[in-house]
């Protein structure tokens, strides 16, 4: 069974541009949900997405956005990159809704982005 | 306000040590859950247990084994005979009753030394 699938691994932006980072979840998980990983701030919340819809946002502003397609892939996008940006962006998948869902989640490898 | 508190930053154990990562947490749920991922340097979380609320049996399996105390709200993990392949960074995580939003603690870096 694969596992949850991110892609770009590895990436290098300037400030100021936009990024588009993409997770598909494991086969037959309907939620993904991403977090944001730096040194500083360790593991943090960005938003959880269940059959297309966002389900719950952590606290990060607007530029950082987010979108789950009909075969529950998602994508999230940062615009206007700033320096404080730069992080390991963690894409997680589980099989039920928010709030039904005990289990645990399903990490992928992350995307590494570095903003110059 | 959901919160887990990993005190230990970084711990270093000399190979077949135990050692013991703290964790501490915080919620105002009354039903809840807990859990443990281990990160390696390869970046992905792996998980390792989930203990809810109303379970506080502790649990064992083979090296690993998990201390859940309500009276404390503590979930501690041992690691029994440390081996080199035990070290990478280790999070407690907290989720409330409602929602899929996972609260992580800052994490452990434990080394095993050969």
């Known amino acids: 069974k694969a596992g949850v699938t991110q892609t770009p691994r590895y990436l290098i932006k300037t400030r100021g541009q936009q990024v588009t980072l993409s997770c598909s979840p494991i086969?037959?998980?309907?939620?993904v949900s991403w977090y944001q990983q730096t040194p500083g701030q360790g593991l943090q919340f960005l938003f959880e997405?269940?059959?297309?819809?966002?389900?719950n946002k952590g606290n990060f502003p607007g530029r950082f956005s987010g979108r789950q397609f009909s075969n529950s892939r998602s994508e999230m996008n940062v615009s206007t990159l700033e320096l404080g940006d730069s992080a390991l962006y963690l894409c997680a998948s589980s099989l039920g809704p928010a709030g039904a869902d005990t289990g645990e989640l399903f990490f992928g490898e992350g995307s590494r982005l570095t903003v110059l | 306000a959901q919160k887990v508190t990993q005190a230990q930053t970084e711990i270093s154990v000399v190979e077949k040590e135990d050692v013991t990562l703290d964790c501490v947490y915080e919620?105002?749920?009354?039903?809840?859950?807990l859990f443990w991922y281990k990160q390696p340097p390869s970046g992905e979380l792996v998980f390792l247990i989930r203990?809810?609320?109303?379970?506080?049996q502790n649990e064992i399996s083979g090296r690993y084994s998990w201390n859940f105390q309500k009276s404390t709200s503590s979930f501690n993990f041992t690691i029994t005979a440390s081996q080199v392949v035990d070290s990478a960074v280790y999070f407690c995580a907290l989720k409330g009753r409602t929602g899929n939003q996972f609260y992580f603690g800052t994490g452990t870096s434990l080394t095993v030394i050969p």
């Open positions: 203990r809810n609320s109303f379970d506080e």
């Open positions: 086969s037959g998980h309907r939620s």
């Open positions: 919620t105002r749920d009354t039903t809840y859950y």
């Open positions: 997405y269940f059959s297309e819809t966002q389900r």
